[in-house]
């Protein structure tokens, strides 16, 4: 099957080729490059028939918690050699977009190194709260030292501190080796917004910014652009949003059965076992 997201099914490759009609790929990375620190299948020689086909190669991830650093120096382990203008995070996102809104404003976070590194970077300022401080935003993103305090902090922030409540995004799980998952970023938005009453403002995928940014970057029309992901919810989603085309890789968190179940809408225009059909 090729171009009708109604009936997505596993193809075996297209015979008049997938990569000849793109100018730009976008590759999500856990769960199609990567889970955690093994190497999916396939995937190195994908990115390189893309750099072979033409086509310019973006990395995209909603995982906020490293630095797009840490990123270029992982890809480069898998043999995937890049620099940081083609690696795009939702933290960088966040970032970008908040301090245009208010620069140096004042934060609160939960999230990794990665999130407080593109947070500092363009001039915001991470502080801790306290009872009748005032905040701007109140950041939370995948944090695996996730403490009561942290959420506390946060609480206080949005509830009584007047902070805007912002999502770097709102994956429930995390691939993790083996077809396991993990609690995502997400599962910690829900913590809060369940302890506030609030709903956040989310900048990662599904939501459009990341993947608009990369086409303005790129000079790329939406249809000259492919997104390859494993996520119904957040991959396919967002390409679907700006008018990209989609492929799902069954090497992550979505299965065959979902792709079956899913409304013809939210369904890819192209489903993979893996990233052998790429071409």
């Known amino acids: 099957m090729s171009g009708s997201p109604g009936d997505s099914q596993i193809e075996t490759g297209d015979p008049m080729g997938v990569l000849a009609r ?34 310019r190669v973006f990395y995209l991830t909603n995982n906020a918690s490293i630095s797009r650093e840490d990123y270029v120096h992982k890809l480069a382990r898998f043999g995937l050699i890049t620099d940081t203008s083609a690696v795009i995070t939702s ?20 999230g990794g190194p990665g999130l407080r590194q593109e947070l500092e970077t363009v001039g915001l300022r991470m502080v801790p709260y306290a009872e009748g401080d ?12 996730l403490s009561y305090q942290k959420l506390a902090q946060v609480h206080g922030a949005i509830v ?50 990341t993947l608009r940014y990369i086409l303005e970057v ?10 390859v992901g494993d996520r ?20 992550g968190v979505t299965t065959a059965a979902d792709v079956a179940a899913a409304d013809p809408t939210e369904r890819p225009d192209h489903v993979w076992e893996d990233l052998r059909d790429l071409r």
């Not at 000079?219 to 492919?226: N, R, S």
């Not at 919810?233 to 989609?246: L, S, Y």
């Open 160 to 209: 009584r501190g007047g902070a805007e409540f912002i999502a770097t995004n709102r994956d429930a799980t995390y691939p993790d080796a083996g077809g396991r998952t993990l609690p995502g970023g997400g599962s910690i938005v829900a913590a809060v917004a369940c302890s506030t009453g609030r709903e956040p403002r989310t900048i990662g995928k599904p939501e459009p910014h």
């Open 91 to 110: 933290a960088h996102t966040t970032a970008a977009i908040l301090s245009q809104e208010r620069p140096d404003a004042r934060v609160v976070m939960i």
């Open 22 to 55: 793109y100018k730009v790929v976008v590759f999500d990375m856990d769960g199609v490059l990567w889970t955690m620190n093994d190497p999916i299948h396939h995937s190195r020689e994908a990115v390189e028939r893309c750099h072979t086909a033409g086509a």
């Open 218 to 227: 790129a000079g790329c029309a939406p249809h000259e652009c492919l997104m």
């Open 134 to 145: 005032s905040v701007d935003y109140a950041v939370v993103g995948w944090d695996t030292d």
């Open 232 to 251: 119904l919810d957040t991959d396919i989603a967002v390409g679907r949003r700006v008018g990209a085309d989609t492929a799902l890789v069954l090497t």
